[in-house]
Nanobody, 127 residues
Framework: VQLQASGGGLVQAGGSLRLSCAASGRTSSTYGMGWFRQAPGKEREFVAS???????????EYADSVKGRFTISRDNAKNTAYLQMNSLKPEDTAVYYC??????????????????WGQGTQVTVSS
């Protein structure tokens, strides 16, 4: 499985961006998908996840810092996951990574449960 993240860029505080994660290769609606981010000098952290279609109809989970502002979704027909980011803040500045879990279906925020990772896309929010 190869993951290609895109959609990052420079945006002013309060603005919006939508990230995409296109999966190719052996993909399945049974994969859990997630987004993580890493800011300069900080460890990578969980942002959001969506369970496979078999888990509670694709249950979503979010980090507290993004709840109410970010929305994760998936389009199984396109093998693509999305992260809609609204009301962006300067502290959202980071490299955003998408990830896929082929084994558990509902990986949530547990980074070790993901076995495929994309290359990252830079999001910069100016104040």
């Amino acid at each position: 499985v190869q993951l290609q993240a895109s959609g990052g860029g420079l945006v002013q505080a309060g603005g919006s961006l939508r990230l995409s994660c296109a999966a190719s290769g052996r993909t399945s609606s049974t994969y859990g998908m997630g987004w993580f981010r890493q800011a300069p000098g900080k460890e990578r952290e969980f942002v959001a996840s969506v369970a496979s279609s078999g888990w509670s109809s694709g249950r979503t989970e979010y980090a507290d810092s993004v709840k109410g502002r970010f929305t994760i979704s998936r389009d199984n027909a396109k093998n693509t996951a999305y992260l809609q980011m609204n009301s962006l803040k300067p502290e959202d500045t980071a490299v955003y990574y998408c990830a896929a879990d082929s084994r558990y279906g509902r990986p949530g925020g547990f980074e070790s449960l993901y076995d495929y990772w994309g290359q990252g896309t830079q999001v910069t929010v100016s104040s």
